[in-house]
């Protein structure tokens, strides 16, 4: 079944077992979720008040930090979208470690 | 040079303080959050006594016009440049012509905001707080307005964004209640003379602050304070920090604009590494008065400069000194 032109098919179904988040999102049949990433070693700290996926987030935004001591460093949204899913709040982490599963923003989707 | 657009109602220049006047008639004034304006210029790489914008709660907007390093602290006013959302207790870095939105406050009362090199109103007195009583000191020596544009200082601070932890996690007072917040009280001079009654209530109640409350003093809601006979006394100096208990019976706690002078017996005092809590506690909130020794006191100091110190090595651990 295709969809109208100007309609966009968004599914939510469970992830393969790799992911860290267990949430995998099809767009119009394209896989759009993406992975941010701790730059380094620090512990995962969210927001006090943290985006809801029903929030459009704009790149450059703050969605969470990495703390080293009482240092905060930012992690950034790297591009429009949405966030969905965070690792847990004070969880140790190093270079590489998933932080945030966002959907980006296809052009024109955040008004 | 920053921009005024529209002013909390109440903001005005503050740094640490204005010292060594007391006996002259002249207090101290200076943020109420001294750790909020601390922390902000350590962020920033600036002297620790930098003159800020103090904001009490309510909206403010201002424009920065040349690009600026700045850092927020104290309240959590859910603040905004341009558009994009700020943590709190954070610093970042703004453009010229970008504007900065601080909303109410949603956690705490004062907010800090501080700019690397410093608010460069001229100091008077050694000090660029404002003394509103005076008028003087800080920008005009009075409250600020619309289409104010004060001067910022000379830096070379740089674009980094990043926060540190908020004071309340890191130097938390266990035991605070839910709806009062706790600060550490020495037993001042007249104590003993209050009753016994008087003395059992200081401890025991969750005070309600008045909304006759602002920088010069916190009035204080609860049971009567009533001295065991009275006392006639002269007048004597006073620091922020002070709880009065007046004829009246209702505590007052002398804050960053308390008169220097009074005459009402002292039952107590809120211990300066404290005071900061006071600020941050909402009229209509309660605080809760827990005894403490003088020793205890001193060791409540040694761990807010630890604090400060920890994050001053962390921040050179990761890179973001005064030129991050």
């Given at each position: 079944m295709s969809a109208a032109p100007d309609t966009i098919r968004i599914a939510l179904g469970a992830a393969p077992a790799t992911d860290a988040f267990g949430l995998a999102v099809r767009l119009d049949g394209a896989a759009v979720l993406e992975t941010v990433q701790a730059e380094g070693p620090g512990l995962f700290r969210a927001l006090e008040t943290p985006f809801t996926p029903a929030a459009?987030?704009?790149?450059?935004?703050?969605?969470?930090?990495?703390?080293?001591?009482?240092?905060?460093?930012?992690?950034?949204?790297?591009?429009?979208?949405?966030?969905?899913a965070a690792a847990p709040d004070g969880a140790r982490v190093g270079h590489g470690t998933p932080l945030f599963r966002i959907l980006r923003a296809r052009e024109g989707i955040i008004p | 040079m920053i921009e005024i657009l529209s002013p909390s109602g109440h903001a005005s220049v503050q740094d640490a303080g204005r010292f060594g006047h007391r006996h002259v008639g002249i207090g101290s004034n200076g943020a109420m959050d001294g750790l909020a304006l601390k922390t902000a210029n350590l962020m920033l790489g600036n002297a620790a006594e930098a003159a800020a914008i103090e904001v009490p709660g309510v909206p403010m907007r201002v424009r920065f016009l040349a690009d600026t390093a700045f850092a927020l602290t104290g309240a959590d006013t859910g603040a905004t440049l341009d558009g994009?959302?700020?943590?709190r207790n954070w610093r970042d870095f703004a453009r010229a012509g970008e504007e900065l939105?601080?909303?109410?406050?949603?956690q705490g009362v004062y907010a800090i905001l501080a700019v690397a090199g410093g608010i460069a109103v001229p100091p008077v007195l050694g000090s660029r707080a404002t003394h509103l009583r005076g008028v003087f000191g800080g920008f005009e020596g009075r409250l600020l307005q619309p289409g104010d544009r004060l001067p910022v200082g000379e830096s070379t601070a740089g674009p980094?964004?990043?926060?540190?932890?908020?004071?309340?996690?890191?130097?938390?007072?266990?035991?605070?209640?839910?709806?009062?917040?706790?600060?550490?009280?020495?037993?001042?001079?007249e104590y003993e003379a209050f009753s016994d009654e008087a003395r059992r209530a200081l401890w025991a109640?969750?005070?309600?602050?008045?909304?006759?409350?602002?920088?010069?003093?916190?009035?204080?809601?609860?049971?009567?304070?009533?001295?065991?006979?009275?006392?006639?006394?002269?007048?004597?100096?006073?620091?922020?920090?002070?709880?009065?208990?007046?004829?009246g019976g209702q505590p007052i706690i002398q804050l960053a604009d308390a008169y220097t002078a009074g005459g009402y017996p002292k039952i107590g005092v809120v211990i300066e590494p404290d005071l900061w809590r006071i600020a941050q506690?909402?009229?209509?909130?309660?605080?809760?008065?827990?005894?403490?020794?003088?020793?205890?006191?001193?060791?409540?100091?040694?761990?807010?400069?630890?604090?400060?110190?920890?994050?001053?090595?962390?921040?050179?651990?990761?890179?973001?000194?005064?030129?991050?």
């Open positions: 459009p987030v704009r790149a450059g935004w703050v969605i969470g930090f990495l703390a080293r001591g009482p240092v905060r460093l930012p992690v950034l949204m790297p591009c429009d979208g949405w966030v969905l | 994009r959302p700020l943590p939105l601080l909303g109410h406050a949603r980094g964004a990043f926060g540190v932890v908020p004071p309340e996690k890191a130097l938390p007072l266990g035991g605070d209640a839910a709806e009062a917040t706790t600060v550490r009280v020495l037993p001042a001079a109640t969750s005070w309600r602050i008045s909304g006759q409350s602002n920088r010069a003093g916190y009035r204080l809601m609860g049971p009567v304070l009533t001295l065991a006979e009275p006392i006639e006394m002269r007048s004597h100096g006073l620091v922020p920090g002070v709880i009065q208990g007046p004829a506690t909402p009229l209509g909130g309660a605080l809760a008065f827990r005894r403490c020794t003088y020793d205890e006191a001193l060791a409540a100091h040694d761990a807010l400069e630890s604090h400060l110190a920890r994050i001053r090595i962390w921040l050179a651990t990761c890179g973001l000194g005064a030129a991050a």
